[in-house]
């Protein structure tokens, strides 16, 4: 007697999870526009990331795919391009992109390449909406995640090289007139105690002087 059995065998198929997270956390970053293309260009997925991971089943094995951020969220930079091949694996296969935010410097500086402070300086968008107003110092200043686009950097307040040049004369002509006063007074010390008057006459001395 001859016995046959049947068997089904069933292919799971293959699945990537895919976590777009923020460089210096790791936590899920939402926001951001994705895709999978294959090797041709062709587009096998979009989305827009979320606070769970995307999930996507039925990638081809042996197959090669990139994982491309078309817009960051706003205050991050582009990621790159990241390859991946799909293996021979019933397994959840984990792809991750990370996302650093953008970081600005501006810096104030006059015609020899040294800080310049005391100008008063606007960062505004394209529509003349004002997003930070400083002054600037000794060092430059920063500003982080600004989303990608186009910025004005407006000047309200120049300060010229003569200006800084007057500035610095006051000064030292004011300590020079402090330290012209304090060598009178220590004069009128002196010869107030080589004197042998009264201390009525002394004060009859200086209403006169």
Partial sequence: MTIFREFTFIDKPTEVEITKSILTTGEELEGAKLQVTDSEGNVVDSWTSEKEPHKITGLVVGKTYQLVETLPADGYVTAETIEFTIADTSEVQPIE?????????????????????????????????????????KEPHYIEMLPIGK???????????????????????????????????????????????????IMAFLDGE
């Fill in 97 to 137: 992109m990370k996302d650093d935010i953008t970081k600005l410097k501006i810096s104030k500086q006059d015609i020899a390449g040294n800080e310049l402070e005391g100008a008063k300086l606007t960062l505004s968008t394209e529509n003349g909406e004002v997003i930070e107003t400083w002054t600037s110092g």
């Fill in 151 to 201: 910025y004005k950097l407006h000047e309200e307040k120049v300060v010229s090289a003569k200006a800084k040049y007057d500035e610095a004369l006051a000064h030292v002509e004011a300590l020079k007139r402090e330290k012209e006063l304090a060598s009178v007074n220590k004069d009128i010390q002196e010869k107030l105690k080589s004197s042998k008057r009264t201390p009525e006459e």
